[in-house]
């Protein structure tokens, strides 16, 4: 169990994909995401392996929520700033975490 504090401490917001490309140097297959997060927070960049469910070309324009304040992450030659939150289908492939409707970027989640 943790607190409510330790819970909130966990910074939530939701972005804007403004753009997704092919990440062929990762390990695992994923793709390189960068993620408007409005005036506050700016375009923060992702690594996220979604690969299996979803193409670039529909990623982009998609709201998704991210953690914001865990320490930025070297995944080979790209450097993760946020992590994109996901849950994994019944075949352990990435299903995106999303808000169901249109929400202000960088809007925080409570």
Known sequence: MITFQQFAAVDIRVGRIVRAEDFP???K????????????????????QLTQRYRCEELEGRLVVAVVNFPPRRIGPFMSEVLTLGVPDADGAVVLIVPDKDAPLGSRMF
């Open 25 to 27: 140097e990762a390990r």
């Open 29 to 48: 297959p994923a793709y390189r995401l960068m993620i408007d997060f409005g005036a506050a927070f700016g375009t923060r960049r992702s690594s996220a």
